[in-house]
């Protein structure tokens, strides 16, 4: 039985960032990116108007104010999309709207407010004479070209995580489409002859199969593409079926069949299709977990794929996938943070490690005032799937802790943030 972190680390070791594709940006949503982003235009190309207003020479409004207001002739107006055909001259204004390029000869931009339109603009047709209401100085209301990006700029790194915002970013730069490292696929094959579809009656003896369900959430929700592979029936012969269909994955995960039963085949089979590096963890629920790889040889090459056998109660699934298999799928994705946030909280239940091993308390964290506190979630049996509905975390107790006061503060793993929590 090896520990948590000798695991994780042995999981790790058999996998790799995978290749990269050009997709549509719109596509691209949490991957990584695979090349370094230049731009090859200005953003914005040309100095342009902040605001709605009236494009002036910065010493046009020297001295104005609300009660000595400084009146301009109106010469022009100039809507976003459109190029000036007129030059501000001395005493000269030209009515603009916000992203409209700024006219030659002017230097600010006057708001609309900070003018006597209002009062000065007639039921139809448009002013000839403006009064500026304020001083303003040159660059005010003004946007620079390039003051965001300059043409030549490395604007996003190679290994950028994709967010709308760097989306946008690639947008501005007229890019439809990214390099990025793509998602892997990973296989999900539910085992044991007690399983039955949830779109099929049931009958007695059997159960829904809902590992399948969670485990394919997972993986679409941290950015991998699941493959549902179905049941494997507890014969050799089935389950070699079915892994023989999961082996053009990137990974496969199977539930069920690796703890000590008879029936608990799953380890013995992918022993003979390849190697099991190990197949307990010093961790409770989740101590019966097989990982290795499986061999599959194409065109006289053997491709190792690696198999991570998680624990059938639903529970035990879960939280060893949280822990293994998720960050397993984000170092594919080419991501550096694998690890899910952790804080302090203060428990606030007394808790008794009997096992020696690291327990993965399913709990409900609040934050009151300045401080973070864990309660139980109720019965932590490993087949208690509400158990992980109504939690959004995990409270870790190190297996060298027999005993947890109510009150003491202990280390929390994050599931989810949730607005509540950071209120």
């Known amino acids: 039985m090896i520990s948590v972190e000798e695991a994780l680390a042995k999981v790790l070791s058999y996998v790799e960032i995978l290749g990269f594709e050009e997709k549509p940006i719109l596509e691209c949503q949490g991957q990584v990116l ?3 982003v230049y731009s090859s235009i200005n953003i914005p190309p040309m100095d342009n108007s902040a605001m709605d207003g009236y494009a002036v020479r910065a010493e046009d409004t020297s001295g104005a104010t609300k009660e ?3 009146d301009l002739d109106v010469i022009a107006e100039l809507a976003a999309g459109s190029l000036p055909d007129e030059k501000v001259k001395p005493g000269t204004a030209i009515r ?4 409209a390029p700024i006219p030659e000869g002017a230097d600010a931009v006057v708001r609309f407010e900070d003018t006597d339109e209002i009062s000065r603009k007639p039921a139809r047709g448009n002013l ?4 500026i209401l304020c001083h303003v100085k040159k660059g005010s209301n003004v946007r620079c070209r390039g003051e965001d990006i300059s043409r030549g700029d490395l604007v996003l790194n190679k290994g950028s995580l994709l967010r709308p915002s760097e989306i946008g970013v690639l947008a501005s730069l007229g890019r439809c489409t990214a390099l990025v490292i793509r998602r892997p696929i990973v296989a999900v094959l539910a085992t044991g002859d007690e399983l039955m579809p949830a779109d099929q009656p049931l009958t007695p003896g059997k159960i829904y199969d809902s590992n399948t369900y969670t485990i394919a959430a997972e993986i679409a929700r941290y950015g991998g593409i699941p493959r549902i592979l179905g049941i494997g029936r507890d014969s050799v012969r089935s389950l070699n079926n079915k892994i023989d269909e999961g082996l053009d994955a990137d ?3 199977t539930s069920g069949g690796v703890s000590k039963g008879d029936y608990d085949i799953v380890k013995d089979v992918l022993a003979k299709r390849g190697e099991i590096n190990f197949w307990t963890v010093c961790m409770k629920p989740g101590k019966p977990l097989a990982f290795g790889v499986i061999n599959k040889v194409e065109r006289g090459i053997t491709k190792k794929v690696p198999h991570l056998g998680l624990p059938g109660n639903p529970v035990s699934s879960m939280i060893t996938f949280e822990q293994f298999a998720r960050p ?8 550096q943070a694998l690890a899910k946030p952790c804080i302090q909280a203060v428990i606030e239940e007394r808790i008794v490690n009997i096992d020696g091993r690291r327990m993965f308390l399913r709990v409900f964290v609040t934050k009151r005032d300045g401080q973070y506190w864990a309660s139980v979630t109720g019965p932590q049996g490993s087949g208690i799937l509400t158990s992980m509905v109504k939690a959004n975390a995990l409270a870790i107790i190190p297996e060298n802790i027999k005993e947890v006061a109510a009150g003491d503060i202990i280390q929390v793993q994050m599931l989810d943030w949730s607005e509540d929590l950071i209120l």
């Open 34 to 36: 695979a090349e370094d």
């Open 96 to 99: 603009i709207m916000t992203g």
């Open 328 to 335: 397993a799928i984000l170092k594919m994705l080419g991501k």
């Open 68 to 70: 000595s207001p400084n």
């Open 251 to 253: 990974m496969l995960i």
């Open 128 to 131: 000839s004479q403006i009064g």
